[in-house]
């Protein structure tokens, strides 16, 4: 069975213009999954949040010192396996909205498996180096 994952629903326009104020002023941080939430409702954004997450921590990068941001080992295996299986690479729903291609699918063949695999490596590298922007 999937892990269950942090998603966003409603305006990624909107969740990103919190973010940056949260990069730029850190005193509007909030301090408790509580009050996340509500400065994303109070945006009309939509997360849902799993019942195994329990709070919330901001990191912000210095630019003169790379972070390397890993994910959580049990999360990437269970993601690893969902693809290994034939699931979907979910993409925020504002990729095909801007780029105008559907999700991406790959086909269920030893070459399509490998695709979904590099993409999901290319997708996981490039994360953890790009600082978020």
Not at 90 to 99: A, D
């Amino acid at each position: 069975m999937a892990i269950d994952r942090v998603t966003v629903t409603g305006s990624f326009v909107k969740f990103g213009e919190l973010v940056k104020q949260w990069a730029k002023d850190p005193g509007t941080r909030p301090t408790s999954l509580a009050a996340f939430r509500d400065q994303c409702a109070a945006r009309q954004v939509t997360v849902q949040i799993p019942s195994y997450v329990e709070g919330v921590v901001f990191v912000q990068h210095q630019k003169e010192v790379l972070t390397i941001h890993l994910p959580p080992a049990d999360m990437l295996k269970d993601a690893e396996q969902q693809l290994e299986n034939g699931g979907a690479y979910p993409l925020p729903p504002f990729y095909p909205e801007r780029f105008g291609a559907p999700q991406l699918q790959f086909p269920d063949t030893p070459a399509g498996k490998k695709a979904r695999k590099d993409f999901h490596s290319e997708r996981i590298g490039d994360y953890c180096i790009s600082l978020c922007v």
